[in-house]
């Protein structure tokens, strides 16, 4: 089982993904957050720049609905070094999908098969696609797939939920078997609702021939999840420990308040992230009121360490 982590814009940056494999490990393959603009700013520079992913296997993810602006950003990547990008045909935001960009692309998908014939045609670098199911109804899902299976993916991650739904109900996965049985040729990933051993086995048990699977939300809420996950059929339990975590966050802390301007950048970065790793602990909710409340790093630093000191690790990682 191959196992890779989801872009999550703001958090899973590449000062994110470094930390987290030094301290955790565990992911074959790293996303970028998404790039949207061939005038890439700073941010984004900095997210590709191959010294800042040293040792990581790291796709750059594209946002885009014309094929131009994807040409042109793909022409920047591959400047870099970079043979393979992702195209997001995921991403649920109601902003975005107003824009037909993200999952909000598939409801023309007319367009959406003229936009990846054009790519496909003249892209110097390999595509694989993440996408959503439809928008308003599974009912959409297999002209969907038709219209993939023209293309020469090089991967199509799948997340079995529909763009009105967000993050929201029950993944369907009856849509990823779908598209097992129709795209025979094409690797699948699964991207969903992957969280625990749980829900882990409750996928294998419906589509068993699973060999990729894309965790987001599951890792910022137990950074030790992907180990965990992979250490199933062997006689090791993995258990996250409070030293590790620690040193894990001071890390981040450190590369952001280095680089960031002013000390309010760097809290709202890792206020985000506590919104999740706040899960890896039992009775946190009074310490992370603190966290949340802080104004600058002694008082954020006095809130971490008493939720370090205090709160004893969730029993679930």
């Known amino acids: 089982m191959k196992f890779y982590l989801a872009p999550m814009e703001g958090i899973t940056t590449y000062l994110y993904r470094n930390a987290y494999s030094h301290y955790f490990g565990g992911i074959d393959k790293y996303f970028t957050p998404f790039i949207a603009s061939p005038k890439m700013n700073r941010r984004e520079q900095n997210e ?23 040409l042109k950003i793909t022409k920047k990547i591959a400047e870099y ?29 007319d367009e959406l098969d003229r936009f990846l ?16 199911i439809g928008i308003s109804s599974v009912d959409e899902w297999e002209p969907i797939l038709d219209i993939y299976r023209k293309y020469p ?14 993050y929201k109900f029950t993944p369907h996965k009856e849509a990823y078997l779908t598209a097992a049985a129709k795209l025979s040729e094409i690797p699948l990933c699964y991207n969903g609702d992957i969280t625990s051993l749980k829900g882990y086995s409750e996928l294998l048990n419906t589509a068993p ?19 965990q996950l992979k250490a199933v059929e062997s006689a090791e339990h993995p258990t996250l420990k409070k030293e590790t975590l620690k040193a894990f966050h001071d890390e981040l802390f450190e590369g952001y308040a280095a680089q960031m301007a002013g000390e309010t950048p760097t809290l709202f970065k890792m206020k985000d992230l506590w919104t999740y790793l706040s899960e890896s602990f039992a009775a946190s909710d009074r310490h992370l009121k603190k966290i ?3 104004s600058g790093y002694a008082e954020y630093k006095a809130a971490v360490n008493s939720i370090f000191r205090e709160c004893e690790l969730a029993a679930h990682v």
């Open 209 to 227: 021939r699973t060999e990729r699977v894309m965790i987001g939300r599951g890792i910022l809420k137990n950074p030790l999840l992907a180990v």
């Open 153 to 166: 993916l090089e991967e199509l991650i799948i997340h079995p939920r529909l763009q009105k739904e967000l």
């Open 48 to 70: 590709i720049l191959p010294e800042h992913n040293q040792s990581l296997t790291v796709v750059p993810q594209i946002l885009a609905n014309r094929s131009e602006e994807f």
């Open 81 to 109: 070094g970079y043979t393979t990008v992702n195209l997001n045909l995921g991403c649920p935001s109601g902003t975005v999908a107003a824009r037909k960009r993200g999952a909000g692309f598939l409801s023309v998908p």
């Open 292 to 294: 949340r409340k802080a």
């Open 117 to 132: 014939y054009e790519i496909y045609e003249r892209s110097p670098l390999k595509i694989s696609v993440k996408t959503r």
